[in-house]
């Protein structure tokens, strides 16, 4: 079955202890993303990659991390989490060709204390 | 700051009806438009895309473009209590960046 899957799905941490949410996609896509989603704001991206070794600043990339060594996976860190990260997120993953139509995944909901 | 607007809702239409959904943008240089809609609790799901000025049908849902009016709309046709939800209007711009409004959240009275 093509999916993006992220892991965990749910995660209760505290201020400044390290973090990382994965992100899998098995479509071979070559674009991936990594979006929040907050009450009245919508979503918005923090960080794309085009291609392995490859990533982009979104429209909120600060107080976060990625990095994209394999095709298929591209983690989010949060080296120092904070209690304005706690948070909806969605990865999502594209073809390179086309008009990018992004697949999401399921969503982490991140509280931090 | 690149800016992706619409109603917020909610939108209530009763069953059998056309809802209509607006979007407007202010970066002029946009070039693929997408509608996404996402259930409660759920991750969103893509409905249309569209690339080119004026309309794009699929189905009961129709997405309309004018990119002079920085304006896309998206239409559904007899409506159905499980078209429920909120709808997503996201803009691509340079490279991979996308924007994405708030959301109109839809309600189809039975």
């Known amino acids: 079955e093509a999916q993006v899957t992220q892991n965990p799905r749910y995660l209760i941490t505290v201020t400044g202890k390290k973090l990382t949410v994965t992100c899998s996609q098995n479509m071979n896509h070559e674009y991936m993303s990594w979006y929040r989603q907050d009450p009245g704001l919508g979503l918005r991206q923090i960080y794309y990659s085009m291609n392995v070794e490859v990533t982009d600043k979104g429209d909120v990339p600060e107080g976060y991390k990625v990095s994209r060594k394999e095709k298929r996976n591209f983690p989010l860190i949060l080296e120092s989490p904070s209690p304005n990260q706690t948070s909806l997120y969605f990865c999502a993953s594209s073809y390179g060709q086309g008009g990018n139509e992004q697949f999401f995944g399921p969503g982490t909901r991140l509280t931090v204390l | 700051q690149k800016e992706v607007e619409q109603n917020s809702g909610p939108l209530s239409v009763p069953e059998g009806a056309i809802a209509s959904l607006n979007c407007t943008y202010s970066?002029?240089?946009?070039?693929?438009f997408f509608w996404y809609r996402q259930y409660s609790g759920k991750s969103p799901e893509l409905i249309m895309s569209i690339y080119s000025n004026g309309d794009k049908e699929d189905g009961r849902f129709t997405a309309q473009l004018n990119k002079a009016s920085q304006y896309v709309s998206l239409l559904i046709r007899d409506s159905q209590p499980s078209d429920s939800a909120t709808y997503l209007c996201?803009?691509?711009?340079?490279?991979?960046?996308?924007?994405f409004g708030p959301g109109t959240r839809l309600s189809v009275l039975p």
């Open positions: 996201a803009v691509k711009g340079r490279g991979q960046n996308f924007v």
């Open positions: 970066d002029r240089v946009s070039q693929s």
